[in-house]
């Protein structure tokens, strides 16, 4: 393997781990707020579907992701509804909106374009284009530094690098702002908050609603800079690849980076070599698929050291004496 | 006192619960420039107006019954078992060894032997994250979810690489001999004089899907292990009391969950396609969570909620093929039962007990 | 006269169909301690839980400093200056006591001036009350006792003015609840009026200025401290005559039924909590544990009734015991005839949502006299029930009402009769009159008095002193992990024991 298709490799993880990245980020703090989140796949979806549409009709992307946003917003709402406000069974109310998803943006899609569930594709202001960082074509000869500037850096839509930027900015919210303590203190022992005087509702929406925004950024992503329009089922498991990232970070954000960054790689070598050959030894690609999950499955299983969720995770709150 | 009668609980609750998702379904039909009521009298015609039509409305409510049996065994032990989807896939595996390897006299014993491979294969997929939840306190949810993506992976390879037909493009096996064929409702029914459609899949398999409701219920309300699995749902400080090990409970019930809905594979693997194809289930391991959730994991409720689910099912077929409705419709409409009867559940459960607490208030 | 600090008017809460509060009033003057005692279940909790914006009232009136004041959330009563200090702590336990005192009371949006300023004014704190903790340690690395001085200080970083506390002795041992009430002097000297929960008279005719008096959701009494009594206090808290001591023959101690040797518990926390312990009961018998909560008595019940593992030698009629393995699970102890009234009935001993029939099974719901074949035979379980509800006079007589919905007294009968109705060779009973009505407390104080006359063992776990002396035929005091002494109860008073549970050895047992 030559040095550039390594470059070429670890470009595509770069945009794969994108969308990963930004819906992992989404579920870490929901999760950190006490509120479990499996319905990251539905509100990417959501979001992809009418950022696209929203592109398609305006010619304008970032008209696109602001549909997209207020789309996952919605289900995100929903999901606050379902669990904070009614105190329903969180993962139940995360199914319910991944199946809403499915459902409703076909429906819609159907109806708007009458092309079998998709939206027409998108060229031009609506989709989100590669921006090339100064002197990238000009450094692109320079041995070894010039492709990791040029390919590997440069040339990635503005939602990579805010995807990227995002990491240090949580970390910072997390763990250096009152947002952060009160949302970290919320996740783990919500009765503590509540005699402080602080609202847990209020928090707990606040994690829903910013858990909403990344998840629309990244259903945003996948529709309009990674691929060009809306398809079926376009998130393809995407959030629950997040999910075992999230897990496989123990909920931190720094880790969540590096393990979506894992995946990301995970997924360019499968689409990239298919069946891998490891000296008459052939890894099938069915396998490089079910790698994140069952590396996600091991650090559950507590092998390699154990994952423990925020201690309030999952549990609605109900004032006690 | 109970804060309403049990009856409320039973039924009004669910009832409601149906009628907000019925609601709103009609809207999203308006949205989408139809007619509602035009669409529920196509979906009833389709699904309930012929021989064919309930032939496929069965067809779809057995493989419900069984994966929403699934589910309800689990919840009972307060388990969660949202992996019915992987676990018929391997049940359907299991299925399609059983009948391709092995040469059978009678259908009757391929059944019975497809069975077993069925439920075996479906609990063997549930026992390792069954295990890690027990053993390691690994969330079940999860895991079981994990091991859906990993079911469909090990499918894919086994039909792609090691199963397919040489020569053959398609990754499925290739057609399980006539002898394992299951009779058909139509078969079952000719000889007795009823006259029931040809072309509709339901067959044997629902009558072992209304057998299974009545075991399942009887394990769970008649024998020591349902009440152990009760006992342990409500209470585990209080299983630990009472000497009921929550690691061999939380391991044998999910267990029987995965051989539940690895059992469906009967229905949809041997009894319909009669051959394994990639996603035989169509999503049938989650329709499971909105039947057990609606059915308020009894058996009788289950199997109701089964029936709607097929309705539903053929009818949303009909509306696809006759309107522009897409078949997602259906998925839209599940997603709200789930929601409705599931997470929003108190939404519809606060307002109701007030209700009943001012009107026992009043009459006292 | 000068204006109440705190004044309720007309305080009306109920639950559903409980009436929690009953039409409350009460005034406390600033600067004093003031006394709220009550049975469990009385609704102190409730009252003061209204006070601090927790529940809404459903009628009534807060005053604070002659102003009326409404207090919907935690956030206004902390701003019309009242500091609550729960009986379970409010506390993140992975965060620092620093971040917990700053939690919900930062200047700023950023956290570290906050954490700065805190550290500032918690070294003035500590200083002016005495009230030292280490800020940088993490809650779950500090004890219990530590733990409610970051209570106390949450509420005075907050400015708290009127200071609440919920039964705090519970988990303290007597010399942690003395240096508590020095410190509750101390603030009281600074001008701070506070209000104490609880239960315990002692602490209410040592601690306070003034005390009112809760039975039954009403505020039967207000009175100077000073004025009253202990027994005037416990008549107005039950509303009758306690009997304190239960009428009893001396037992007639036979043969050692349960020999204990060298016990050690380690929990799930990899702590130790018993400590290499000895002890013996007889045949007719009854031997009390007396302790302050968490001091390993409720871990040495478990291990015996078969619910967390342990090491050492434990034989039972001169059999071992196995002490970890399938083996030591509660089927197996129940085959070896020990029977267990567990401390906490409502997560363990019942099943709440199942019907009274099916809880008269729990935990005997393999004996071969409930099943019928390969399924369980309902009709001999439910002719059983109403065999034992009549003999224990369970109100109501309804086999078929879940667990739920009997009153605490009457739920702890099902268990007691389920239990002692086994006919066992050792009885484990734990707090078995906690949050029981003053009725079913003597009935069951009766029936195990009987079960001991029968020559049966029985080993019981309380932490209510009075009732380890009108039960016990010997008392074990137990103090981290240790048995710290015998005693037999007429050769002993309350003073000597609470020594002992503080850790005082006295003279060799």
Redesign the interface.
């Known amino acids: 393997m030559d040095f550039l298709t390594l470059i070429q490799i670890f470009d595509s993880t770069i945009r794969l781990a994108t969308p990963l990245l930004l819906a992992c980020l989404a579920g870490l703090y929901s999760e950190r707020a006490g509120i479990f989140d499996i319905g990251l796949e539905g509100k990417m979806l959501m979001s992809a579907f009418f950022s696209a549409a929203v592109a398609a009709v305006t010619g304008s992307v970032w008209l696109g992701l602001l549909a997209g946003i207020a789309s996952s917003l919605l289900l995100a709402g929903l999901h606050g509804l379902a669990s904070i406000t009614f105190r329903g069974n969180q993962l139940i109310s995360g199914v319910a909106i991944n199946f809403l998803a499915a459902g409703m943006t076909v429906l819609i899609a159907q109806d708007w374009f009458q092309q079998g569930g998709r939206t027409p594709s998108l060229f031009g202001g609506a989709r989100f284009e590669p921006i090339d960082w100064p002197f990238a074509e000009a450094l692109s000869g320079v041995p070894v530094v010039g492709p990791i500037y040029s390919e590997l850096l440069s040339g990635h839509s503005v939602l990579v690098y805010i995807a990227f930027l995002a990491v240090p900015a949580t970390w910072w919210v997390l763990y250096r702002t009152r947002f952060g303590l009160r949302l970290r203190a919320v996740g783990e022992n919500p009765a503590a908050v509540d005699t402080a005087g602080v609202s847990v509702v209020g928090l707990r929406y606040a994690a829903v609603a910013i858990c909403g925004v990344l998840c629309g950024i990244a259903g945003a992503y996948l529709a309009t800079a990674l691929q060009a329009g809306f398809v079926k089922d376009m998130t393809a498991g995407r959030g629950f690849i997040a999910l075992a990232a999230l897990i496989f970070a123990k909920w931190r954000p720094w880790h969540a980076m590096w393990a979506c960054l894992l995946f990301g790689l995970l997924q360019a070598v499968a689409l990239r070599f298919q069946n891998i050959d490891l000296g008459g030894v052939v890894i099938p690609v069915q396998a490089m698929d079910a790698l994140p999950y069952i590396l996600t499955v091991v650090i559950l299983a507590g092998f390699v050291g154990k994952a423990i969720p925020p201690k309030a995770g999952g549990e609605p709150y109900v004032k006690e004496r | 006192m109970d804060k309403m009668p049990k009856w409320a609980d039973v039924v009004l609750i669910p009832l409601i619960s149906l009628i907000l998702a019925a609601i709103l379904s009609a809207l999203v039909i308006l949205g989408i420039g139809e007619d509602p009521v035009a669409a529920v009298k196509l979906m009833v015609s389709g699904a309930l107006g012929s021989t064919y039509g309930w032939g496929y409305t069965l067809y779809y409510a057995t493989n419900f019954v069984f994966t929403g049996l699934a589910v309800a065994v689990a919840f009972h032990a307060r388990l969660f078992n949202i992996g019915g989807e992987g676990q018929a896939m391997l049940g359907g595996l299991g299925v399609a060894m059983v009948c391709l390897y092995v040469p059978w006299p009678h259908w009757s014993i391929a059944l019975l032997a497809a069975m077993a491979a069925a439920m075996v294969f479906g609990a063997a997929w549930a026992a390792i994250p069954a295990y890690l939840q027990a053993k390691r306190g690994s969330h079940i949810v999860i895991t079981t979810i994990m091991f859906n993506f990993i079911a469909a992976a090990f499918l894919n390879y086994m039909l792609v690489n090691v199963m397919r037909p040489e020569g053959s493009m398609d990754p499925a096996t290739e057609r399980f001999p006539e002898a394992v064929h299951l009779p058909t409702l139509h078969e079952l029914l000719a000889p007795i004089g009823i006259s029931f459609s040809k072309a509709a899949p339901a067959n044997v398999s629902f009558l072992v899907a209304i057998l299974a409701c009545f075991v399942v219920w009887a394990l769970i309300w008649r024998t020591r292990l349902g009440y152990e699995i009760r006992a342990y749902g409500h209470s585990e400080t209080g299983a630990l009391y009472a000497g009921i090990s929550p690691v061999r409970i939380t391991i044998v019930t999910m267990l029987i969950s995965g051989a539940l809905a690895g059992l469906m594979a009967i229905n949809n693997v041997m009894g319909e396609a009669e051959r394994l194809v990639l996603n035989s289930t169509e999503g049938a391991g989650f329709i499971g969570i909105a039947v057990a959730l609606m059915g308020r994991s009894h058996p009788f409720g289950v199997f109701l909620a089964a029936l709607l689910f097929g309705f539903l099912y053929q009818g949303g077929a009909e509306l696809a093929l006759w309107t522009s409705i897409p078949r997602e419709l259906i998925v839209v409409i599940q997603a709200l039962v789930i929601l409705f009867t599931g997470a929003l559940d108190n939404m519809v459960r606060m307002p109701l007990e007030k209700l009943f607490l001012s009107l026992r208030k009043g009459s006292a | 006269m000068t204006v109440p600090a705190i004044e309720l008017k007309g305080i009306s809460k109920s639950f559903?169909?409980v009436q929690a509060n009953k039409n409350i009033s009460i005034s406390v003057a600033p600067g004093t301690i003031h006394g709220i005692i009550g049975e469990n279940g009385a609704g102190k909790?409730?009252l003061m839980?209204i006070l601090?914006g927790?529940?809404k009232a459903d009628a009534g009136e807060i005053w604070i400093n002659g102003e009326k004041t409404e207090i919907p959330?935690?956030?206004a009563?902390?701003?019309a200056g009242i500091g609550?200090v729960?009986?379970?702590f409010?506390?993140?336990?992975?965060?620092t006591v620093l971040?917990?005192i700053?939690?919900?009371?930062?200047d700023?949006?950023?956290?570290?001036p906050?954490l700065a300023k805190a550290r500032k004014e918690l070294e003035d704190l500590e200083e002016e009350y005495e009230l030292f903790v280490d800020p940088d340690k993490r809650i779950d690395e500090i004890g219990v006792g530590m733990q409610q001085r970051v209570e106390i200080l949450?509420a005075l970083y907050?400015k708290a003015e009127i200071l609440i506390l919920?039964e705090p002795t519970g988990v303290l041992t007597p010399a942690e609840a003395d240096q508590l009430f020095r410190i509750l002097h101390r603030l009281k000297e600074e001008g701070k009026t506070i209000i104490l929960i609880t239960h315990k008279l002692r602490e209410i005719m040592e601690a306070t200025d003034t005390v009112s008096v809760m039975r039954r959701g009403e505020m039967t009494a207000t009175v100077k401290t000073s004025e009253t009594s202990p027994e005037q206090l416990a008549e107005l808290m039950v509303g009758r005559k306690v009997l304190l001591r239960v009428d009893k023959a001396p037992a007639k101690p036979g043969k050692p039924i349960l020999e204990i040797e060298n016990l050690r518990v380690t929990d799930e926390a990899g702590v130790e909590r018993v400590k290499g312990i000895d002890l013996t009961v007889r045949a007719g018998e009854i031997v009390g544990i007396a302790g302050v909560a968490g001091n390993g008595q409720s871990e040495l019940l478990e291990v015996l009734?078969?619910?967390r593992p342990a090491t050492g030698s434990i034989r039972l009629n001169g059999e071992s015991l196995p002490l970890s393995g399938?083996g030591a699970?509660?089927?197996?102890?129940?085959a070896r005839h020990i029977a267990?009234v567990?401390e906490?009935r409502q997560?363990?001993?019942?099943?709440?949502?199942?019907h009274a029939w099916?809880n008269v099974?729990?935990?005997y719901?393999?004996d071969p006299a409930y099943?019928r074949g390969?399924?369980?035979d309902?009709a001999a379980l439910r002719a059983d029930t109403e065999r034992k509800i009549e003999k224990f006079d369970v109100r109501p007589a309804d086999a078929w009402l879940?667990a739920k919905?009997f009153s605490g007294g009457n739920q702890q009968k099902i268990v007691v009769a389920r239990e002692i109705e086994r006919n066992p060779d050792l009885l484990l009973v734990g707090q078995p009159t906690r949050g029981v009505d003053i009725g079913a407390i003597e009935f069951i104080h009766k029936q195990i008095v009987a079960l001991r006359d029968q020559g049966k063992a029985i080993l019981l776990v309380s932490v209510e002193l009075e009732e380890i002396f009108s039960l016990s035929d010997r008392i074990a005091v137990m103090f981290d992990g240790h048995i710290m002494g015998e005693r037999l109860p007429h050769e002993t008073d309350e003073r000597e024991l609470g020594l002992l549970m503080a850790g005082v050895a006295g003279e060799a047992a």
Do not use: C, W
């Open positions: 559903g169909p909790s409730t839980s601090y927790f529940y959330d935690s956030q009563a902390i701003a609550m729960f009986q379970h409010k506390l993140v336990e992975n965060f971040e917990n700053v939690l919900g009371a930062e700023g949006g950023l956290l570290a906050s949450k907050r919920d009734g078969g619910m399938p699970d509660g089927q197996a102890r129940r267990h567990p906490d997560r363990e001993g019942l099943i709440m949502e199942f099916e099974a729990f935990g719901h393999r099943q390969i399924f369980m309902n879940a919905n």
